[in-house]
Structures are given as C-alpha cells and as structure tokens.
Nanobody, 122 residues
Framework: QVQVVESGGGSVEAGGSLRLSCAASGGTACRYTMSWYRQAPGKEREFVSGIDDSERSIYADSVKGRFAISQDVAKSTSYLQMNSLKPEDTAMYYC????????????????WGRGTQVTVSS
C-alpha cells in the first residue's frame, strides 16, 4: 500500500511564503506522478499544480507566477513553493499521487494524503 504524507503548511501573513512537501512511500519500484489540490471551507477541491507526462509544470491561473512545483524522483517527493501568498490561498492542500507499480503491471492507482493546512492572514 502506498502512503502519501503532506507537510509544510502553516499560518503566514499576506505576501509571505511557504514550501509544501509531499512524500510517497510503500511502493516497490513504483514511479509516482504528483500534483497538488486545495480545498477551502465551503468550496470544492480544486487543482493547483502538477507535472504532465511531458514533464511540463502546469498551474491553475490563480497561482501562476507565484507558485512553483518541483519533484525529487529519487526521494519520491514533490514540493510546492508558494510565494506572494494571498488570503484567498487559505485552504487545506492535498497531494494526489498516481502510482505506477510493477506489481500492478503499472496500472495507475491514485492515492491522496490527509492534507496540510495553509492559512494566510491579511
């Protein structure tokens, strides 16, 4: 079973920065594709950032130019650097990990972490 754990959330003032991490573990010889989502109270979960099959970084319009995604394949870890944070960025941030593992003949399987809270005050 693959486990996904997010970390790095916290409370910051508007204009501040945070760096989120997402670590995947538990899969033998698996390849992981990670992306970030967020959910604010009373709202649906929305896509924030990810890396597509061509290894291009993609972002929601609301975070372009402020957030940067990266991935350390060797560590099975994704990072989301968030700069110039705004109060509207306040949400629970989740990491979606798609695991491609030999034991499942590389059929992709989705896993989600429990999230890390980001709160931005004005």
């Amino acid at each position: 079973q693959v486990q996904v754990v997010e970390s790095g959330g916290g409370s910051v003032e508007a204009g501040g920065s945070l760096r989120l991490s997402c670590a995947a573990s538990g899969g033998t010889a698996c390849r992981y594709t990670m992306s970030w989502y967020r959910q604010a109270p009373g709202k649906e979960r929305e896509f924030v950032s990810g890396i597509d099959d061509s290894e291009r970084s993609i972002y929601a319009d609301s975070v372009k130019g402020r957030f940067a995604i990266s991935q350390d394949v060797a560590k099975s870890t994704s990072y989301l650097q968030m700069n110039s944070l705004k109060p509207e960025d306040t949400a629970m941030y989740y990491c979606k990990t798609v695991a491609h593992c030999p034991r499942w003949f590389f059929t992709p399987k989705d896993y989600w972490g429990r999230g890390t809270q980001v709160t931005v005050s004005s």
